[in-house]
Nanobody, 126 residues
Framework: QVHLVESGGGLVQAGGSLRLSCAAS????????????MGWFRQAPGKGREFAAA????????VYADSVKGRFTISRDNAKNTMYLQMDSLKPEDTAVYYCAVSLDSYTNVREYDFWGQGTQVTVSS
C-alpha cells in the first residue's frame, strides 16, 4: 500500500503563491518508489477531477496541464519521499481541492492512478 498526505493548502489572494506538499509512505512505495510517477490533480465544486502536473522518479520528466503551465512547478525530494507543487500567479479559477496520487502507468490519465491522498483545499480570492 501507499499512503499519501497532502498539506499546504489555504486561502490566498489572486496573484499570490502557495506551496503544496505530498508525503508518501508505505511498504509498497518504499520498495518501488523509482517506478512511480507522482501527480497532482484538482477538483473544483461541481466539476470532475482534472490533471494538473506530474513528475517521474528522477525529476527528469515533468508534464503540466495547459491551464497551469508557466505558473505551477512540480518537484520531488526522493530522500524525503515528498512531492511539491509550487503555485504562483494564482487565479480564482485555481480554486479547488488538490490531490496527490501515484501511478505506475500514466502521467495524465486519472483512471490510471492507483493511490490517492485525502486532498487539501486551495481557495483563491479575487
Amino acid at each position: 500500500q501507499v499512503h499519501l498526505v497532502e498539506s499546504g493548502g489555504g486561502l490566498v489572494q489572486a496573484g499570490g503563491s502557495l506551496r503544496l506538499s505530498c508525503a508518501a509512505s508505505g511498504h509498497t512505495f518504499s520498495s518501488d518508489a523509482s517506478r512511480y510517477v507522482m501527480g497532482w490533480f484538482r477538483q473544483a465544486p461541481g466539476k470532475g477531477r482534472e490533471f494538473a502536473a506530474a513528475i517521474n522518479w528522477s525529476g527528469s520528466s515533468t508534464v503540466y496541464a495547459d491551464s497551469v503551465k508557466g505558473r505551477f512547478t512540480i518537484s520531488r525530494d526522493n530522500a524525503k519521499n515528498t512531492m511539491y507543487l509550487q503555485m504562483d500567479s494564482l487565479k480564482p479559477e485555481d480554486t479547488a481541492v488538490y490531490y496527490c496520487a501515484v501511478s505506475l502507468d500514466s502521467y495524465t490519465n486519472v483512471r490510471e492512478y492507483d493511490f490517492w491522498g485525502q486532498g487539501t483545499q486551495v481557495t483563491v480570492s479575487s
